[in-house]
């Protein structure tokens, strides 16, 4: 019986899409497949989520009547499916739960598209060939029929069909090319290629090279600028031949460079006299150095953790879904239960993923678990070049990876026999991600552990309301870590009322006196200072003294920040930049001044105030990529430093020994905004930061800057009380009908016309009316906060619901009624469980 298979394709559209198995093909597309298919007169790539035996039912009815032309698959990629039949049925349950189209769902999924290239050739027709004598008959050619004569032969001599971008060195070409398709001369095709793997030069000593000695410099000599051109060559030939047959063996090129600090001519010379050897090689990952003399910590476990490790072992003893949260506050040894946690699933013969809330906590994990597990490790996130992700996704899939290391979309790794997924920091607003697929890193880890059988353990020092809650309600097990590791106490934390400061000093400067005299004191005693300010930048609020006018973004509505050492107004939504205003954009007044301290001016007034401390920064605008971010840290951590500056890159994870104060500058920024989660996510923060002070033998103090001291998310966080904001908390949330006491979505309505927003809003307004009723209450539509985001105007409605089955049948209604009207699905977002109302 003929095959037919469903594809889900990476095309904006909520179905996946009907092709038939040719015979060449039969067992070879399976389930999870990626596959190539035709899709209009283009290849696309997809993954089959299902295989029919027979046409499906809706085809059969109308191929009857010749309307529906049902294609084949081209190719199949890769010798392995993909994806297992768990994996489908998680990404069917990730489309379903945060209905999303499926084609987004799998991309999420799969391993990067780094095999095949897609390319349009040109192919002769009958047409062509007559056209093609015919201007061989010409004598005098105008310049149009010389181009078409030659793009023609070309085709004739090479005898197969030109790859299109081949027509770029042919002058007045892709013009040619574009009159003979229009006349049916030449016929238009996209094929998949295979794409030949990066490659990359490596270097290596030649140890049977000829041994032409090595002249002994003398240092004193070489310091002088006399040194002679080979003596200075000589120099460099020993740095390279010390690091490639001392050091670290054969390198890529750019890293030899860099290591051996000489310059390629040093290379290219030492190659002709045969003393290095290079060959190509596949580009692989980046070598990570900083393993080689890394010993990971392997601590005696104390009574808590052993507590918390034997339960652990119960539930994989028992091999069923279970959910635990570990609450143990900062210093608590987290790390070392899931260590022997994942060592537990692995000696049962089962597989672990451990999520980490950021890419830089990726290096920190990826280390000690190497450091355990070696090279059953991989490492996932979505900042690894193509070729390296695509290879350790496939080390995994082919289980010589057993343990996966990673942010969100590691939730997704392909591991087999699945017995454990952690993840930390559970309360991180990272986990949701807020593109489509809009899925919730956490609640998809624990979907999917459901479905196969697996353990999750939530950790964190300051659990989200909802699982808190949920260990109430008796869904989770709750694991408790109440002291910090070694009897060492939690630090000390003081509030500074600001208003109090500003009285005394009547200046209004970020670092309150209190705070200058503690930072003074650590100085002096060469004791180690982090400070956190939440926003990047100088300042991030450019106003005219004369109209009262800011300086916003051309795309949004939100004022641009100001990077000085840039010397750019930037906006932290889109990307627009423009020049430093001088003039006030609406009054042409030259009296603009700028406030709101960001990072960049915090670090300059530090400066300042202590011109002999050594200072360093710490954010998105100082680190882009992991090196620089490793130096930073690196020279915090080894005292290189005395105070770091920071946004909140700098409140998780790290554990630094000599750091005995925090200050906490403008944290509680977000306590003014109209966010329901604004005290949940300042408690957090506060209480992390906190935790990074008194974490060696030095006892700690923590300084946190308010407006609002009286603020119970101040209070709460200065005792490192949770379960008291718990309480206060969660009250709050009962009363007002938020989560965990209600399911929440945002609808979204967005157009650059304003015209259309508003129609549609007003239009969806309509349809929520009736569904009262059913207990979904709908509020809106509003502006939504952000009112303009990259040229658009958006309005939002906030849905809310205590079923969780009426919230999810109104937002599949949403989908239909767009349908219906017209609306088209570029315009709606649906948002379900928003972290963020923004
Ligand atoms: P958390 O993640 O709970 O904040 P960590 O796991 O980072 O804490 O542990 C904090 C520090 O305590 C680490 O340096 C770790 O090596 C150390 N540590 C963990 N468990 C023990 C123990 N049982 N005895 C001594 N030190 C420990
Ligand atoms: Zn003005
Ligand atoms: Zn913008």
Same mark, same amino acid.
């Given at each position: 019986?003929?095959?037919?298979?469903?594809?889900?394709?990476?095309?904006?559209?909520?179905?996946?899409?009907?092709?038939?198995?040719?015979?060449?093909?039969?067992?070879?597309?399976?389930?999870?497949?990626?596959?190539?298919?035709?899709?209009?007169?283009?290849?696309?790539?997809?993954?089959?989520?299902? $295989?029919?035996?027979?046409?499906?039912?809706?085809?059969?009815?109308?191929?009857? !009547?010749?309307? $529906?032309?049902?294609?084949?698959?081209?190719?199949?990629?890769?010798?392995?499916?993909?994806?297992?039949?768990?994996?489908?049925?998680?990404?069917?349950?990730?489309?379903?739960?945060?209905?999303?189209?499926?084609?987004?769902?799998?991309?999420?999924?799969?391993?990067?598209?780094?095999?095949?290239?897609?390319?349009?050739?040109?192919?002769?027709?009958?047409?062509?060939?007559?056209?093609?004598?015919?201007?061989?008959?010409?004598?005098?050619?105008?310049?149009?029929?010389?181009?078409?004569?030659?793009?023609?032969?070309? $085709?004739?001599?090479?005898?197969?069909?030109?790859?299109?971008?081949?027509?770029?060195?042919?002058?007045?070409?892709?013009?040619?090319?574009?009159?003979?398709?229009?006349?049916?001369?030449?016929?238009?095709?996209?094929?998949?290629?295979?794409?030949?793997?990066?490659?990359?030069?490596?270097?290596?000593?030649?140890?049977?090279?000829?041994?032409?000695?090595?002249?002994? $410099?003398?240092?004193?000599?070489?310091?002088?600028?006399?040194?002679?051109?080979?003596?200075?060559?000589?120099?460099?030939?020993?740095?390279?031949?010390?690091?490639?047959?001392?050091? *670290?063996?054969?390198?890529?090129?750019?890293?030899?460079?860099?290591?051996?600090?000489?310059?390629?001519?040093?290379?290219?010379?030492?190659?002709?006299?045969?003393?290095?050897?290079?060959?190509?090689?596949?580009?692989?990952?980046?070598?990570?150095?900083?393993?080689?003399?890394?010993?990971?910590?392997?601590?005696?476990?104390?009574?808590?953790?052993?507590?918390?490790?034997?339960?652990?072992?119960?539930?994989?003893?028992?091999?069923?879904?279970?959910?635990?949260?570990?609450?143990?506050?900062?210093?608590?040894?987290?790390?070392?239960?899931?260590? +022997?946690?994942?060592?537990?699933?692995?000696?049962?013969?089962?597989?672990?993923?451990?999520?980490?809330?950021?890419?830089?906590?990726?290096?920190?994990?990826?280390?000690?678990?190497?450091?355990?597990?070696?090279?059953?490790?991989?490492?996932?996130?979505?900042?690894?070049?193509?070729?390296?992700?695509?290879?350790?996704?496939?080390?995994?899939?082919?289980?010589?990876?057993? %343990?996966?290391?990673?942010?969100?979309?590691?939730?997704?790794?392909?591991?087999?026999?699945?017995?454990?997924?952690?993840?930390?920091?559970?309360?991180?607003?990272?986990?949701?991600?807020?593109?489509?697929?809009?899925?919730?890193?956490?609640?998809?880890?624990?979907?999917?552990?459901?479905?196969?059988?697996?353990? %999750?353990?939530?950790?964190?020092?300051?659990?989200?309301?909802?699982?808190?809650? !949920?260990? !109430?309600?008796?869904?989770?097990?709750?694991? +408790?870590?109440?002291?910090?590791?070694?009897?060492?106490?939690?630090?000390?934390?003081?509030?500074?009322?600001?208003?109090?400061?500003?009285?005394?000093?009547?200046?209004?400067?970020?670092?309150?006196?209190?705070?200058?005299?503690?930072?003074?004191?650590?100085?002096?005693?060469?004791?180690?200072?982090?400070?956190?300010?939440?926003?990047?930048?100088?300042?991030?609020?450019?106003? *005219?003294?004369s109209c009262g006018a800011s300086v916003q973004c051309q795309n949004c509505s939100i004022s641009l920040t100001y990077h000085k050492k840039r010397q750019l107004m930037i906006c932290h939504y889109c990307g627009y930049t423009q020049?430093?205003?001088?003039? *006030?954009?609406? *009054?042409?007044?030259?009296?603009?001044?700028?406030?709101?301290?960001?990072?960049?001016?915090?670090?300059?007034?530090?400066?300042?105030?202590?011109?002999?401390?050594?200072?360093?920064?710490?954010?998105?605008?100082?680190?882009?990529?992991?090196?620089?971010?490793?130096?930073?840290?690196?020279?915090?951590?080894?005292?290189?430093?005395?105070?770091?500056?920071?946004?909140?890159?700098?409140?998780?994870?790290?554990?630094?020994? +000599?750091?005995?104060? %925090?200050?906490?500058?403008?944290?509680?920024?977000?306590?003014?905004?109209?966010?329901?989660?604004?005290?949940?996510?300042?408690?957090?923060?506060?209480?992390?930061?906190?935790?990074?002070?008194?974490?060696?033998?030095?006892?700690?103090?923590?300084?946190?800057?308010?407006?609002?001291?009286?603020?119970?998310?101040?209070?709460?966080?200065?005792?490192q009380d949770f379960e008291g904001f718990f309480e206060r908390e969660v009250r709050f949330r009962r009363l007002m009908h938020y989560p965990p006491f209600a399911a929440l979505a945002n609808v979204l309505v967005r157009d650059r016309?304003?015209?259309?927003?508003?129609?549609?809003?007003?239009?969806?307004?309509?349809?929520?009316?009736?569904?009262?009723?059913?207990?979904?209450?709908?509020?809106?539509?509003?502006?939504?906060?952000?009112?303009?985001?990259?040229?658009?105007? +958006?309005?939002?409605?906030?849905?809310?619901?205590?079923?969780?089955?009426?919230?999810?049948?109104?937002?599949?209604?949403?989908?239909?009624f767009c349908a219906k009207k017209q609306i088209p699905d570029s315009a709606i977002i649906l948002d379900v469980d928003p972290l963020s109302l923004f």
């Amino acid at each position: 019986m003929p095959q037919y298979c469903e594809v889900a394709l990476t095309v904006p559209l909520r179905t996946t899409f009907t092709y038939a198995v040719p015979e060449a093909l039969l067992g070879v597309v399976e389930p999870g497949s990626r596959v190539a298919v035709p899709f209009r007169n283009r290849v696309m790539v997809g993954v089959v989520v299902e $295989i029919t035996d027979g046409l499906p039912a809706f085809a059969k009815d109308e191929s009857s !009547h010749g309307k $529906i032309k049902i294609r084949e698959v081209a190719h199949v990629l890769d010798a392995l499916p993909a994806l297992n039949a768990k994996l489908i049925e998680l990404g069917r349950w990730v489309g379903s739960y945060y209905l999303a189209p499926p084609g987004d769902v799998f991309r999420t999924m799969l391993p990067p598209l780094t095999e095949l290239r897609a390319e349009r050739i040109l192919r002769m027709t009958s047409a062509g060939r007559e056209r093609l004598s015919e201007l061989s008959a010409i004598q005098n050619r105008s310049e149009m029929e010389v181009t078409e004569h030659a793009l023609l032969e070309l $085709i004739e001599v090479e005898g197969e069909p030109l790859a299109m971008r081949r027509l770029r060195k042919l002058p007045g070409g892709e013009a040619a090319a574009a009159r003979l398709l229009r006349r049916g001369q030449l016929e238009a095709e996209e094929i998949a290629r295979a794409r030949k793997t990066r490659m990359q030069k490596i270097i290596a000593w030649n140890p049977a090279a000829p041994s032409g000695q090595i002249e002994v $410099i003398d240092k004193d000599i070489a310091a002088k600028k006399s040194v002679t051109t080979s003596a200075r060559f000589a120099a460099s030939e020993e740095r390279v031949r010390r690091v490639l047959a001392e050091e *670290c063996g054969p390198l890529p090129l750019k890293l030899l460079l860099e290591r051996a600090e000489v310059s390629q001519a040093v290379v290219d010379r030492l190659m002709n006299q045969n003393k290095l050897k290079g060959w190509e090689e596949p580009a692989t990952t980046e070598d990570d150095f900083f393993d080689a003399d890394y010993a990971a910590p392997a601590n005696v476990l104390n009574a808590e953790q052993e507590h918390a490790v034997a339960e652990l072992r119960a539930w994989l003893e028992k091999g069923e879904f279970a959910v635990g949260l570990l609450h143990g506050v900062t210093g608590s040894g987290k790390t070392e239960v899931y260590l +022997r946690g994942v060592r537990e699933a692995l000696d049962r013969g089962r597989t672990a993923i451990v999520l980490v809330p950021e890419i830089a906590l990726t290096l920190w994990a990826g280390r000690i678990f190497r450091a355990w597990f070696g090279e059953q490790v991989a490492v996932l996130h979505s900042a690894l070049p193509d070729a390296e992700r695509s290879r350790e996704w496939w080390r995994v899939r082919r289980g010589e990876a057993r %343990v996966v290391v990673g942010t969100r979309s590691a939730v997704f790794a392909p591991v087999s026999n699945l017995g454990l997924i952690i993840v930390d920091e559970e309360h991180e607003a990272s986990y949701k991600q807020e593109e489509s697929p809009r899925y919730h890193g956490r609640d998809t880890a624990i979907m999917r552990a459901k479905l196969e059988g697996a353990a %999750v353990l939530l950790g964190s020092a300051t659990p989200s309301l909802e699982s808190y809650q !949920h260990t !109430h309600a008796g869904k989770y097990s709750l694991l +408790r870590m109440q002291s910090r590791v070694a009897g060492r106490q939690l630090a000390q934390v003081e509030i500074v009322d600001m208003r109090e400061d500003f009285k005394k000093t009547h200046r209004a400067s970020a670092i309150s006196s209190r705070l200058r005299e503690a930072m003074k004191d650590r100085l002096a005693s060469g004791a180690q200072t982090l400070v956190l300010i939440n926003r990047r930048g100088y300042s991030f609020l450019a106003m *005219c003294r004369s109209c009262g006018a800011s300086v916003q973004c051309q795309n949004c509505s939100i004022s641009l920040t100001y990077h000085k050492k840039r010397q750019l107004m930037i906006c932290h939504y889109c990307g627009y930049t423009q020049a430093v205003a001088k003039l *006030c954009p609406k *009054c042409n007044s030259e009296y603009m001044y700028f406030v709101g301290e960001g990072a960049e001016r915090l670090e300059e007034s530090l400066r300042n105030l202590f011109p002999q401390a050594r200072i360093g920064r710490l954010d998105r605008d100082t680190v882009r990529t992991k090196r620089e971010y490793q130096k930073i840290l690196g020279a915090f951590a080894s005292g290189k430093l005395d105070i770091l500056v920071g946004t909140q890159m700098i409140a998780k994870g790290h554990d630094f020994e +000599r750091v005995t104060l %925090v200050g906490v500058v403008s944290a509680d920024l977000r306590l003014g905004m109209p966010d329901f989660r604004a005290s949940e996510r300042t408690f957090q923060l506060l209480t992390q930061v906190a935790g990074r002070a008194g974490r060696g033998e030095l006892a700690g103090e923590v300084l946190v800057e308010s407006f609002y001291p009286e603020h119970f998310a101040i209070q709460d966080a200065a005792r490192q009380d949770f379960e008291g904001f718990f309480e206060r908390e969660v009250r709050f949330r009962r009363l007002m009908h938020y989560p965990p006491f209600a399911a929440l979505a945002n609808v979204l309505v967005r157009d650059r016309k304003v015209e259309n927003a508003i129609r549609w809003s007003r239009q969806l307004a309509e349809y929520f009316v009736p569904l009262e009723k059913s207990g979904v209450r709908a509020l809106g539509p509003a502006a939504a906060p952000l009112a303009r985001l990259k040229g658009e105007h +958006r309005f939002q409605f906030l849905l809310k619901s205590p079923r969780r089955a009426a919230l999810h049948d109104a937002l599949a209604g949403v989908l239909d009624f767009c349908a219906k009207k017209q609306i088209p699905d570029s315009a709606i977002i649906l948002d379900v469980d928003p972290l963020s109302l923004f």
